[in-house]
């Protein structure tokens, strides 16, 4: 059975572009949480998505966005990127609410 | 709000030593509690949870018991490998009917053989 996919692996992109990160849960999973990780703030919950709708927002600007697809697959989005976004996004998929999570390798983001 | 707190790392160890690594929580309500284990350039691999008072979690020879009365989950094993290494996170999934995972700071294991 294949684990989360997250892609790509690494990015490196400019000051004010935009980026958009995929991630495929696994087979059957219907929940897709992201979270982003830097040596500073530890890991912060981003965003909860459960048959594309979003159930949970966590305290970031509306810079970051996110969806889900019917197939689960879900998307994020950062707009207008600044230094301070560099960090591993990290996805996580649960077959539903208050089950196991299982998270994927992330995608490293570095804005130069 | 939710909140972890972990004893702070770096933790450096011989092999075959006893490992604990603190944790404690602040929850409204009945929070699931969980440890999980990240090794270098990948993501969260969930090591154990426990979901109510008294539950004792345990996989590849770690455990943790969760005590609401000292509101703590704190991780241990009794003899520890190099292959241990690895940073460890404890977390909590405290809203019900949502799948947000609340993490501590992390805390970093080093083994020397």
């Known amino acids: 059975k294949a684990g989360v996919t997250q892609t790509p692996r690494y990015l490196i992109k400019t000051r004010g572009q935009q980026v958009t990160l995929s991630c495929s849960p696994i087979?059957?999973?219907?929940?897709v949480s992201w979270y982003q990780q830097t040596p500073g703030q530890g890991l912060q919950f981003l965003f909860e998505?459960?048959?594309?709708?979003?159930?949970n927002k966590g305290n970031f600007p509306g810079r970051f966005s996110g969806r889900q697809f019917s197939n689960s697959r879900s998307e994020m989005n950062v707009s207008t990127l600044e230094l301070g976004d560099s960090a591993l996004y990290l996805c996580?998929?649960?077959?539903?609410?208050?089950?196991?999570?299982?998270f994927g390798q992330g995608t490293r983001l570095t804005v130069v | 709000g939710d909140s972890v707190t972990q004893m702070e790392g770096p933790v450096t160890l011989s092999e075959e030593a006893f490992l604990t690594i603190n944790c404690t929580y602040t929850?409204?309500?009945?929070?699931?509690l969980f440890w999980y284990v990240q090794y270098p350039g990948e993501g969260l691999q969930l090591l154990l949870k426990?979901?109510?008072?008294?539950d004792k979690g345990s996989n590849k020879g770690f455990e943790a018991t969760y005590r609401k009365e000292t509101t703590s989950f704190h991780l241990e094993k009794g003899s520890v490998q190099v292959s241990d290494s690895a940073v460890y996170f404890c977390?909590?999934?405290?809203?019900?009917?949502?799948?947000?995972?609340?993490f501590g700071q992390g805390t970093r294991l080093t083994i020397n053989p």
């Open positions: 996580a998929s649960s077959w539903t609410v208050n089950t196991e999570a299982f």
């Open positions: 426990a979901t109510k008072a008294d």
């Open positions: 087979s059957g999973h219907r929940s």
């Open positions: 998505y459960f048959s594309e709708t979003q159930r």
């Open positions: 977390a909590l999934s405290g809203i019900q009917g949502a799948q947000k995972l609340v």
């Open positions: 929850a409204t309500g009945y929070p699931s």
